[in-house]
Nanobody, 119 residues
Framework: VQLQASGGGLVQPGGSLRLSCAAS????????MNWYRQAPGKERELVAG???????NYTDSVKGRFTISRDNAKNTVYLQMNSLKPEDTAVYYC??????????????WGQGTKVTVSS
């Protein structure tokens, strides 16, 4: 099972970006899909998460600005980021809790996509 993230880049403060992360492989189901980020010199933090049912959760610093969503048919999770701030600059990683077709439970990480917010 692999996760492929995309959508990062350079954006000015106040701008928007949309990150995507697609899962592929021998997937039976995906329970939770999450976005983490790691800024230079800081620990990795959970930004947003979404389960197969229920409401998404967000870290306080992005509430009202970021929206996480998923397309279960495509095994893809998205992160719409609006009103971006310089402090949102980080490498963003997607993460998924996957049950494979052989009934194995895996926690899978994507390769990371860099987001830079700067004028």
């Amino acid at each position: 099972v692999q996760l492929q993230a995309s959508g990062g880049g350079l954006v000015q403060p106040g701008g928007s970006l949309r990150l995507s992360c697609a899962a592929s492989g021998s997937i039976f189901s995906i329970s939770a899909m999450n976005w983490y980020r790691q800024a230079p010199g800081k620990e990795r933090e959970l930004v947003a998460g979404i389960k197969s049912v229920g409401t998404p959760n967000y870290t306080d610093s992005v509430k009202g600005r970021f929206t996480i969503s998923r397309d279960n048919a495509k095994n893809t999770v998205y992160l719409q980021m609006n009103s971006l701030k310089p402090e949102d600059t980080a490498v963003y990683y997607c993460n998924a809790e996957v049950t494979t077709t052989r009934w194995r439970f895996l926690e899978v990480w994507g390769q990371g996509t860099k987001v830079t917010v700067s004028s």
